[in-house]
């Protein structure tokens, strides 16, 4: 079988390398402008448009993340880009639930303790007891119950504090209280001291972080935004800072990525900006994944992890 590979600014000879070996009898290459070759599987990341030219032998596309928003925008803008006959096929986890559950625990134990607080008093060299946020009141929201949003919101729930979860269709999750659809997005928002965004970026998700959405929140929430800029209004964000209805945010995606240099973002003390890194993907975790699920469709067997186009994740 052929693998077509390609991803911006990997070390792709080491990718290639964990492929080899997983897959022995797989004629694997590094995509190139202008390679027209045939080819059974695509393995990518944020791939050009011209990649999937004229590919009508192509099975699979493997997407090297978690979110298919950007190549999903390559066939919005351009209907057709995807080979009509390929499936769009996902990472689910591979090592990047347990990395989005350290950082986004980080963002909240840092708020609910109130370290960013202690630091400046220690700039100040100030020794001053501040009062404990609550922990009955302390509830954290998470937008999306998939496989990260999941692992979230139970890493948290284990630390004792009351977690919601929301998400298209109904969950159980034991330790969190869960909402589904529309018609409960107000509920699951009333009251939410810290709210953490873990939905793909779709039509319906687009700008959900926005000036109502904050407006519910308990005054002087926290925002934590780790899965796609698109979702997030960023004037709505500084103007809520600017009202006091938040109290501050983590963001780790941007509309614009790298986030430029004048962005206001990087000079609000009460924004922590980090470069796209909560969940990083992991090669080792990656290569056996893909190779697992290629090694099914070669046996005729369904896999997990098919984006439907239609519902956009
Ligand atoms: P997933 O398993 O597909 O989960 C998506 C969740 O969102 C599901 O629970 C889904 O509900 C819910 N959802 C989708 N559309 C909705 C809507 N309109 N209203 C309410 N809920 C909706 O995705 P995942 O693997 O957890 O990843 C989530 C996102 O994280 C990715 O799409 C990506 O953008 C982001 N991410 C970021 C990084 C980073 O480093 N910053 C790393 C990895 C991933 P149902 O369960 O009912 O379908
Ligand atoms: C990273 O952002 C991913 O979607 O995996």
New binding site residues.
Partial sequence: MKILFYMPHANAGAWLQDFARALPDADLREWQPGDRAPADFAVVWRPPRELFEGRTDLRAVFNL?????AILALEHANPGTLPRQAQLV????SG??P??AE?VTHAVLRYMRRFDEYGCQQIERRWHELDPHPRATFTVGV?????????VAKTLASFGLPVR???????QIEGVTTY???AQ?DGFLDGVKVLV??????P??RD?LNARTFSKLAKGAYLVN???GGHLVEQDLLDALEQGQLAGATL??FREEPLPPDHPFWREPRITVTP??????LREDSVVQVSRKIQAMMRGEPVTGVIDLA???
């Fill in positions: 993340g978690a979110g298919v928003d996902r990472l689910e986890d990047m639930a990395q989005m950082y937008l999306g119950l998939g496989v990260l949003g999941a692992h979860g929301y998400s298209r269709g109904v969950k589904a659809g529309e997005r965004n873990l939905l793909p970026h779709t319906d998700t959900v780790v899965a796609r780790d995606v796209h890194i909560s969940a990083v993907t519902r956009g994740y």
